[in-house]
């Protein structure tokens, strides 16, 4: 089934006002024993921006991920979420509180989508906004109008193992979207996939984040999947080597 048919222009939600740092890494620095995982990064992302970060396996590019995204702490450095007109200290808040955000101010879609297998698609689509407080009938419905805008329409109730690895990372997608945060991070989204469903799950990871103003972080090995968006940043032994715009971020 081909996802543009079903995908209107714009997603189901916006983020009003996309313009200036969303997400700033500064200085950041992660050791594992002898190993240094990152030696340095600086880092600022614009709102409604997609970022790809590639480099060689090992080059940092997961711990620099999970730093932004508050898995991980730094050992020195600093990560700002500009948002709702505030600024939050992501690298400062305790692991209870880096969790709220993970939970409500970020989206996540990784190389295997990571989906619960008891529940159904719109389930898990759902449960981002059930755990933040929504009733479940409207997390439902919402789930579901994601889920149709990504052109799983009649899908809703599948079981991840009823549905194929594209349309798994289209839940994800989805998944991620759905609390409307203002970054969505992917670490190797596409990994698993064929270069067409590959092709298929960036266009919509692509439509559904930025077409609703919010800006993706994406770790990926593929060139052409880099190449899809604004900004391509590449690491060597845990440091930006090179830094490269592209493309123009909608305003
Ligand atoms: P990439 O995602 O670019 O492949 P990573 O960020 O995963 O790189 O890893 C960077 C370096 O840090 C690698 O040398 C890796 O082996 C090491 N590393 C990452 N996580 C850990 C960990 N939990 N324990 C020990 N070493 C780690
Ligand atoms: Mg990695």
Known sequence: MDATT????????????????VLAGHGLTKTYGPTV???????????????A??????????????CLAGILTPDSGS????DDGGAVAVHARSAGGR???RRSRYGFVFQQGL?????????????????????????????????????????????PSQLSGGQQQRVAV?????????????????????????????SALLAATTGRGGTLVLVTHDESV??????????????????ATTGEVAR
């Open 6 to 21: 079903t995908r209107g222009a714009t997603p189901p939600q916006q983020i009003a006002d996309p313009a200036g740092t």
């Open 37 to 51: 995982a990152l030696a340095g990064v600086d880092l600022a992302v614009r709102r409604g921006e997609s970022v």
């Open 53 to 66: 970060v590639m480099g060689t396996s090992g080059s940092g590019k997961t711990t620099l991920l999970h």
């Open 79 to 82: 990560v700002a979420l500009y």
């Open 99 to 101: 969790a709220e955000l």
């Open 115 to 159: 989906l619960l297998p008891e529940l159904t698609a719109a389930e898990n689509v759902a449960l981002p906004l059930m755990l933040g407080g929504v009733d479940r009938r409207e997390a439902q419905a919402q789930a579901v109008r994601w889920l149709e805008w990504l052109g799983l329409a009649g899908m809703t109730d599948r079981r």
């Open 174 to 202: 989805a998944r991620a979207q759905v609390v409307g945060p203002p970054v969505v991070f992917a670490d190797e989204p596409t990994g698993a996939l064929d270069s067409a469903t590959s092709e298929e799950t960036m």
């Open 226 to 243: 880099a190449a899809r968006c604004h900004r391509v940043v590449r690491l060597h032994d845990g440091q930006i080597v090179h830094d």
